[in-house]
């Protein structure tokens, strides 16, 4: 095991952390605003890992990459992950939370990470985890 495959593991822990989280706060029905407030930070959080993970795969793999859209593309490309445009949205989705002052957008980033946003790092997150085991 060399020292980039060993980063990636070692990152996923972080990931697994966050994600479960994150899983926890979506278990929560009818979100007051400090929930919601705690989702957008868990997703925040959740989302940096996710696509460092990746990253840190890919450069395991041969491949160099460096923004957080060069490491979906090059996922989606390899078939790391499945919905390159789904992931192209929930780059911008994590991007919009520094507008969390705003309640609609508070609400659209809440319904988005409750829908489509936490599939997306569910399935990361299960591919990570058997890889990891392995």
Known sequence: MNGKDIRWKQRFVNF???????????AIRDLSE????????????????????????????????KSPREVIKQAFQIGLIEE??????????????SHVYDENIVNQIVGKILGTNFMLLRKLYLFFKMAHEQ
């Open 16 to 26: 697994e952390k966050t994600f479960k989280l994150l899983e926890r706060t979506i």
């Open 84 to 97: 390159g445009e789904l992931w192209l949205a929930a780059l911008e989705d994590r991007n919009q939370t």
């Open 34 to 65: 400090a929930e919601k407030g705690g989702l957008i930070q868990f997703y925040e959080v959740c989302f940096e890992l996710a696509w460092k993970t990746m990253k840190d795969y890919l450069e395991n793999e041969g491949f160099e990459v």
